[in-house]
């Protein structure tokens, strides 16, 4: 059984995609004629030159709206497309959860014949710069250090791409896993950590101290008073990355 066909169940609800966030993975796709897109779950920021969704799990498949491009259950790691099929190939959040990224990363590569956009993200920056890994979810933070791919190697399995960063709107619509960054209160939500592997896998019992003193710090006001500064902000950069490779 594919890991978000028990992740996955209320993924469509949460993640919404963002329209911002979809402006620049389609400005990253250029001007290619067709796309395939590997590990995307219900379709989310597939433009409409969309030709194939690969994707492992049946009940991610499931949830991809209707009219969306005819979806292949399959794996990154062995892609079921003759070598050059797509003029782009986008894999968007998901290359931490294959077993095998640089066999993986070698696929896209071998599909592609003109470029590749990977959504990821910087783990290392990750930790620093988003308070609720930092400050309350510690065992969080320990398994997505378990599991991240650097970027930097990522980005050489590529064969080189340029690193563009990606802030994340205060009011973003796609529910990942620093999407609520000037929303604490959604955290406390278990609807919000259902649709956020991080959480998910983490699992409740490591979370709970962290969660009970992140409510404690929100009811007493803590929470505003040490991040009044964030509170001014539209935008913030947790280390979201999009890599664009020219094949
Ligand atoms: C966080 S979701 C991202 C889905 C979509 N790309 C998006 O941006 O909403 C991660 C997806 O990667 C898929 N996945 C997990 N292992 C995979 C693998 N080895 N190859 C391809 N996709 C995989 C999961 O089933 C899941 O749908």
Known sequence: MAL???????????????PRI????HAALGDATDVVNVGAGTGSYEPA?????VEPSRVMVAQR???SAPAVCAVAERLPLRDGAADAV????TVHHWTDPAAGIAELRRIARRRIVVLTWDQRMFRERFWLVREYLPAAAAFDDS????????AAQLGGARQEPVPVPHDCTDGFGAAFWRRPHAYLD???RAGISLFAQTGEDALAPGLAALADDLAAGRWHTRHAGLLTLDT???GYRLLVADV
């Open 49 to 53: 030159r969309t030709v194939l969704a």
């Open 147 to 154: 599991r991240a791919v650097p970027v930097d190697r990522l």
């Open 190 to 192: 278990p609807r919000v």
């Open 22 to 25: 979809a402006a620049r993975i």
């Open 90 to 93: 986008m894999a968007l959040l």
């Open 4 to 18: 978000y066909d028990t992740l996955g169940t209320t993924y469509g609800r949460t993640r919404r995609p963002d």
């Open 65 to 67: 709206p209707p009219g």
């Open 236 to 238: 913030l950069d947790v």
